[in-house]
């Protein structure tokens, strides 16, 4: 009982943990700070294939699942793109053992018991006024209009929500561009073909997977167990201040 309040408790404060341990999601060692980052401004500029939508779509599952009456909006340039993130999530969630079910499933959003919410939006200015969300995650955000994305901050303003841009890069224009290039307080993750930890300069971006996963396999075990110490710390001293 303790044991399993205690790997419960690991897994809020840790997103990878969560996906390794309930999802069977290793992530490799940039998914893993992307996913542990915390930052309210959280940008992949990835290769494709890198994992990009599965991080974005752990994250979002992480945080409907801990975290009572979040809101999750996903949107794209259109709305097939945001709908592969979501069956991501749906994927993902019927790994999970012991989760009673959703109060509302439908093509579009989701409803958790937890009174938490993921919904997909179509790219069109202004779709999420109104809303308040906890994160919104722009998925293939390089072709994604910048209206779109300008109508998108009032309501994170108000929410105080994240916003996480994912995106495989797509010329030197659009806001996407210019946020990587020089936007401010962007926590920022870039995995290009070339600069694959531990890649040997191969060019095939079908390696991309196998090359990001084998190359930081050492470092990752390392941090993780780092991490997973401190989570273990955190873990056990609110545990014992809930007792008190
Ligand atoms: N850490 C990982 N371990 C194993 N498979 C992974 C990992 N990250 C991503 N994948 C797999 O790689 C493929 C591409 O993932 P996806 O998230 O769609 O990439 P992207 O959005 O960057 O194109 C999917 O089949 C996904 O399940
Ligand atoms: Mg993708």
Redesign the pocket.
């Known amino acids: 009982m303790l044991k399993d309040m205690v790997n419960n408790l690991v897994m809020s404060l840790d997103p990878a943990e969560f996906a390794k341990v309930s999802l069977r999601?290793?992530?490799?060692e940039i998914?893993s700070r992307a996913l542990r980052s915390g930052s309210r401004k959280i940008i992949l500029n990835?290769c494709?294939?890198?994992?990009?939508?599965?991080v974005a779509s752990l994250l979002a599952l992480h945080l409907a699942w801990f975290v009572p009456k979040s809101l999750i909006i996903i949107i794209s340039y259109i709305k097939e793109q945001a709908q592969e993130a979501y069956r991501k999530i749906e994927t993902f969630q019927s790994i999970m053992e012991d989760r009673p079910p959703d109060i509302e499933h439908s093509k579009q959003s989701m409803a958790f018991a937890n009174r938490s919410r993921i919904l997909i939006l179509s790219g069109k200015e202004g779709s999420v006024r109104g809303y308040s969300p906890a994160l919104i995650i722009v998925d293939e955000a390089s072709r994604v209009p910048n209206e779109t994305y300008f109508s998108l901050r009032p309501a994170l303003a108000v929410s105080g929500g994240t916003l996480m841009l994912v995106s495989t890069p797509k010329g030197r224009r659009g806001f996407f561009y210019h946020e990587w290039k020089s936007g401010e307080e962007w926590e920022r993750y870039e995995v290009t073909a070339w600069n694959v930890p531990g890649s040997q300069m191969s060019g095939s971006k079908q390696n991309v997977?196998k090359l990001a996963?084998s190359g930081s396999d050492k470092s990752m075990s390392a941090s993780l167990l780092k991490l997973q110490i401190i989570c273990l710390i955190r873990s056990f001293s609110s545990y014992r201040s809930h007792r008190k």
Do not use: I
Not at 25 to 28: L, R, Y
Not at 48 to 54: E, L
């Open positions: 999601f290793e992530a490799d998914q990835c494709r294939q890198f994992g990009k939508t599965s997977r996963r």
